[in-house]
Nanobody, 118 residues
Framework: QVQLVESGGGLVQAGGSLRLSCAAS????????MGWYRQAPGKQRELVAR???????DYADSVKGRFSISRDNAKNTVYLQMNSLKPEDTAVYYC????????????WGQGTQVTVSS
């Protein structure tokens, strides 16, 4: 079974930066896609960014040009560099990976709070 551990959230002023990390642990699995989602109070969870195992990336329009997703396949880790943060970026950020372990599965991290003050 794959487990995810997230880190890097916190409180930052508008215009600041944060870097989130998500490390996958376990054995016998092969990661396909890795991504970050977020959920603000009273809103649905939404895609922020994702990266496939070929390196293709996809971003929400609201974060294009400010956020950058990357992955280290050797460490089974995905990163989200967030620059020029805005108060509307405030949310709980969740890591998600799609992986093969016989069949295809998807799993979520525990979430990390990002708060941007104005």
């Amino acid at each position: 079974q794959v487990q995810l551990v997230e880190s890097g959230g916190g409180l930052v002023q508008a215009g600041g930066s944060l870097r989130l990390s998500c490390a996958a642990s376990g054995s016998g699995f092969s990661i396909n896609s890795m991504g970050w989602y977020r959920q603000a109070p009273g809103k649905q969870r939404e895609l922020v960014a994702r990266v496939t195992n070929s390196g293709s990336t996809d971003y929400a329009d609201s974060v294009k040009g400010r956020f950058s997703i990357s992955r280290d396949n050797a460490k089974n880790t995905v990163y989200l560099q967030m620059n020029s943060l805005k108060p509307e970026d405030t949310a709980v950020y969740y890591c998600n990976i799609g992986y093969y372990f016989g069949s295809y599965y998807s799993t979520w991290g525990q979430g990390t709070q990002v708060t941007v003050s104005s």
